[in-house]
């Protein structure tokens, strides 16, 4: 079993930074690729970025790119995501997920619905 935590999410002003942390618990991300999502309401949950905890290799969603950065820290089991240059249209909540499966080339991790474990969100608001 897996337990992922998030925090880090608030309000901030358009143009300002935040840093989502997911503490995972559990066992071993070693072989998966964790991800960040994000939900507006009424809205389907959409792919932010993600990160093969092996490798570090990264993937993000175009409207992210160049401004939120995902990374690991492995003494921690804990992912991050920073967030620069934030939009209102971020505003969202965001939540940490782990791969179903361990890394497989072609796979698909921008989709929900290649993982399995969740956390339970955190909440970011941008104002204008």
């Known amino acids: 079993q897996v337990q992922l935590v998030e925090s880090g999410g608030g309000l901030v002003q358009a143009g300002g930074s935040l840093r989502l942390s997911c503490a995972a618990s559990?066992?071993?991300?070693?072989?998966?690729?964790m991800g960040w999502f994000r939900q507006a309401p009424g809205k389907e949950r959409e792919f932010v970025a993600a990160?093969?905890?092996?490798?570090?290799?990264?993937y993000y969603a175009d409207s992210v790119k160049g401004r939120f950065t995902i990374s690991r820290d492995n003494a921690k089991n804990t992912v991050y995501l920073q967030m620069n240059s934030l939009k209102p249209e971020d505003t969202a909540a965001y939540y940490c997920?782990?791969?179903?499966?361990?890394?497989?080339?072609?796979?698909?991790?921008?989709?929900?619905?290649?993982?399995?474990?969740w956390g339970q969100g955190t909440q970011v608001t941008v104002s204008s």
């Open positions: 997920a782990r791969s179903s499966n361990p890394y497989a080339p072609g796979g698909a991790y921008y989709s929900k619905d290649r993982y399995n474990y």
């Open positions: 559990g066992r071993t991300l070693s072989s998966y690729v």
């Open positions: 990160i093969r905890w092996s490798s570090r290799v990264t």
